[in-house]
């Protein structure tokens, strides 16, 4: 059964004409009474549909945008020549990139037009943005759905464009399908995840042919491929939910209740106490970024970088009241524990693969060397000739007796931005980039891992998936909206320039490309085999690479400032480390570990 709210529609037909109620903020409270429900999906009655429809996406774009009743004023100003210009079908029922018909003179501007005519409306508000908008394409998949990790490039270049409307509302509406009911064979997912992705469903409302109603429908991982469950939904929505305080100034949002209480079930799920030795993040292959099987299940650095990430940003939100005391001594707890071990065993380097290649192994002992008995012959050929000699990074997963030694990009980058790596290894981490230029940007930035899995290892670690062929999507394709993430950690670091030359990579060909999803070959030359074209995450990821050049200072907003009491207690677990042999410093210990 679902649950039917208030608004009465009073739009005559679907396409135009809405009047809406002012119920941006008013419908709360009756929310929270619906979390509690058993209900499966939630229905707002509405006047029309904003959203792109699958059939008729941009005829119906076009008519959205000017029925809003709280979108800022910037958002309609820019709005309008999008929906005069570009997208016009050709002959062969594909469309043109709009910057090559209507005469736009930037990638930039095609690229904002593109990214506002993937918002997704629900009741008439912009709650995100379509993760492709491929008119080209036969088969949608769940393309035609918000995803939440899609979403943050694209909520960030609205937030620095100074329209905030779309994030607050993608915040709070995600916010409420947090616990929704959802179940897999009878089994549910654990309280506090945030769904992979929604989709907003247009039907007719029950015995009246003259009304609609919105649908807002999650899907966390039940209806996607492989039925992953999306580890990091939750993390990235804490990581846009600080972005949109510090960047507005409005902590209304992050204080409210029900916000507080979305944070602290993702951290509960998160802290969960379960059967693990390390501080790291137990997760099943597919959890993050790469959604399908690519031998990532464990701990793998992505979601560790992002989780690190969260529980900073958490700790900054959190109220301070008695409810959380608990909480912020386990987030404390965890963050020194987290960073010692991810910076400790992750971290890679000439000289650490050296003494990882002379290692003893089967040491039974609490002062162990060999922690993780590595055996010294699980180092590849390949990274024994590519590791160079100045640069380092983390590796991708770490296991009883298993290094992943792949080089994820996002994880990497994440780990500068979060200062999860110390700022000698995120220097490291960039001059890796530039040593290995060639392999990781190459003609399209941003290879997404490091080499590709070819052969018996291929067929086994991926199940033989067709498309996750080598140097193709997850398995060592370029992904464009990496870029972000790339300018982000150059900027934190004091080295734009490097972002600067890939977004010159890129836009020898984005446009021209039409916004690829990802592309194939070891040095990106193809547009993926199955890429969507449209791809929102890959326009976004240019925009925010070019806002945040352009105004570097606004990169603040993502970037985790390490605080000096972190510090402090890692150093301390450091001279503990029989390894090091550092002198002790006098320091006021503030975590129990
Ligand atoms: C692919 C990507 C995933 C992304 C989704 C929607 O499944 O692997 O990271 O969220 O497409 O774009």
Redesign the pocket.
């Known amino acids: 059964m679902a649950a039917t709210l208030s608004h009465t529609c009073l739009c005559p037909n679907k396409l135009n004409m809405l009047v809406l109620t002012n119920h941006g903020l008013g419908y709360r409270s009756k929310w929270s009474g619906i979390k509690s429900s058993r209900h499966k999906s939630y229905n707002m009655i509405t006047a029309c549909h904003r959203g792109p429809d699958v059939n008729d996406r941009f005829r119906s774009l076009r008519c959205k945008c000017h029925k809003i009743d709280r979108v800022t004023d910037a958002t309609s100003e820019n709005r309008d020549p999008v929906f005069k210009s570009e997208l016009s079908a050709n002959g062969n029922g594909t469309f043109s990139s709009s910057l090559h018909i209507s005469g736009i003179n930037s990638i930039e501007e095609e690229a904002w037009e593109l990214l506002r005519a993937s918002m997704v409306y629900y009741c008439g508000h912009p709650v995100g943005t379509i993760?492709?908008n491929d008119p080209s394409d036969s088969s949608i998949l769940n393309?035609d759905q918000v995803?939440i990790?899609?979403f943050i490039p694209s909520g960030i270049a609205f937030l620095l464009k100074g329209e905030y409307d779309i994030v607050r509302n993608f915040i709070l509406h995600t916010l409420q399908l947090q616990s929704w009911e959802k179940t897999m064979d009878c089994h549910s997912p654990g309280q506090g995840l945030m769904p992979a992705s929604f989709k907003v469903r247009t039907v007719p409302l029950d015995g009246d042919d003259s009304a609609t109603e919105d649908i807002l429908d999650p899907d966390f991982g039940e209806a996607a491929i492989g039925r992953v469950a999306p580890v990091d939904s939750g993390l990235w929505w804490i990581i846009l939910l600080r972005a949109y305080g510090k960047c507005t100034g409005d902590l209304s949002v992050q204080e409210r209740v029900d916000v507080q209480t979305g944070i602290r079930m993702i951290l509960k799920l998160c802290l969960a106490d379960g059967f693990d030795m390390f501080p790291t993040l137990l997760v099943t292959d597919g959890s993050c970024?790469?959604?399908r099987r690519m031998g990532i299940h464990g701990h793998p650095l992505e979601i560790q970088a992002l989780f690190y990430s969260a529980l900073l940003s958490a700790r900054e939100m959190l109220s301070r009241e008695d409810a959380s005391a608990d909480l912020i001594t386990a987030l404390n707890n965890r963050l020194v524990a987290l960073s010692f071990h991810v910076r400790e065993y992750y971290w890679i380097d000439m000289r650490k693969l050296n003494e990882i290649y002379r290692y003893k192994t089967e040491e039974y002992s609490y002062d162990a060397v060999n922690k993780f008995n590595i055996y010294p012959d699980q180092i590849p050929p390949w990274l024994v000739e590519w590791m160079p000699n100045k640069g380092g990074y983390m590796i991708g997963n770490l296991q009883p007796a298993h290094m992943d030694f792949r080089f994820f990009s996002l994880g990497n980058l994440w780990s500068i931005v979060s200062s999860l790596a110390t700022d000698d290894q995120s220097h490291a981490i960039l001059d890796l980039f530039e040593a290995k230029w060639a392999d990781l940007v190459g003609d399209m930035p941003l290879k997404i891992c490091y080499p590709a899995l070819e052969g018996q290892e291929w067929r086994i670690i991926t199940g033989s998936d067709p498309k996750n062929t080598p140097w193709s999507y997850?398995n060592g394709g370029s992904w464009p909206t990496l870029l972000w993430q790339l300018t982000v950690a150059s900027i934190k670091m004091g080295r734009p320039e490097i972002a600067e030359n890939a977004v010159k990579v890129a836009e020898r060909r984005i446009s021209k490309d039409k916004w690829a999803?990802y592309y194939d070959t070891k040095r990106g030359r193809f547009i993926g085999k199955q890429a969507r074209l449209f791809?929102t995450?890959s326009i976004a990821g240019y925009v925010v690479a070019k806002q945040l050049l352009a105004n570097p200072e606004a990169a603040k907003i993502l970037v985790n400032v390490e605080d000096t009491e972190l510090v402090n207690a890692f150093s301390c677990m450091i001279s503990a480390n029989p390894r090091r042999k550092r002198p002790r410093k006098s320091i006021n210990q503030t975590f129990i570990v």
């Open positions: 993760a492709a393309y995803f990790r899609d970024m790469i959604d997850h999803e791809q995450w």
